[in-house]
């Protein structure tokens, strides 16, 4: 199973761009990118989803170069209400559900 | 109308009680899961469930099992409680499988004194 390494937190400006990026080096070739997010006091929500280049919805933006090792999720102008905790999830098609793990995901901070 | 919801909110037990977390889900998912948050905020799935088989960590203890009546609900049974147990659970549902995407409710947070 691929594990994931993400920054614990980071803090942004009202406004401004947040990439959070996601390290996951030995991601299989049928694993995908998944991204959750995560209020206080609720379960985690999903945001986006890629297996390669970039995925855009009208949350968020994932980046995922060539080597598929990493994974840049881009949130545009962040709010405070995007304060929250994001985690990088890659699912793999084969294997056991038994061996999904969130693993720590990154804190983000917005202030104004 | 929420589509996962879970009860209670709050559990306050003392060690070695037995206890349930509820769980239910309007979606018309086919598979449900739980999940332990525990207080570094590592979430980790504990059971995988649908009509047709039941998925666990292997890391699970066997004092937690999941019971379900229909497919709509999913309960978390602890017996013998320990201090490590406190955490919060999630219990999540998905489409089809656990490599689609997953709708969590808001969470039990258990305290076990």
């Known amino acids: 199973l691929a594990k994931t390494t993400q920054p614990i937190s980071m803090d942004s400006y009202e406004g401004q761009e947040v990439n959070i990026t996601c390290s996951h080096n030995?991601?299989?070739?049928?694993?995908?990118i998944t991204w959750y997010q995560q209020f206080p006091s609720q379960g985690p929500r999903f945001i986006i989803q890629?297996?390669?280049t970039k995925v855009t919805n009208e949350v968020a933006s994932l980046f995922i170069p060539a080597d598929r090792k990493s994974s840049t999720l881009s949130l545009p102008r962040v709010s405070l209400s995007d304060t929250a905790v994001y985690y990088c999830?890659?699912?793999?098609?084969?294997?056991?559900?038994?061996?999904?793990?969130f693993g720590t995901g990154t804190r983000l901070q917005v202030t104004l | 109308d929420t589509a996962v919801s879970q009860t209670p909110k709050y559990l306050v037990t003392q060690m070695g009680n037995d206890k349930s977390i509820k769980c239910e889900q309007n979606l018309g998912h086919d598979t449900m899961y739980w999940y332990k948050q525990d207080s570094k905020k590592f979430l980790k799935i504990m059971f995988s469930?649908?009509?047709?088989?039941?998925?666990i960590n292997e890391t699970v203890p066997n004092r937690f099992s999941p019971k379900s009546p229909d497919k709509a609900h999913l309960n978390l049974h602890i017996n013998s409680l320990e201090l490590g147990d406190s955490a919060v659970y999630f219990c999540?549902?998905?489409?089809?499988?656990?490599?689609?995407?997953?709708?969590f409710g808001a969470g039990t947070r258990l305290s076990v004194l």
């Open positions: 999540a549902s998905s489409n089809r499988d656990w490599k689609n995407i997953q709708y």
């Open positions: 030995n991601i299989a070739t049928n694993d995908y």
């Open positions: 890629g297996y390669k």
């Open positions: 469930y649908n009509n047709k088989e039941l998925i």
């Open positions: 999830l890659v699912v793999p098609l084969a294997g056991t559900a038994s061996k999904l793990t």
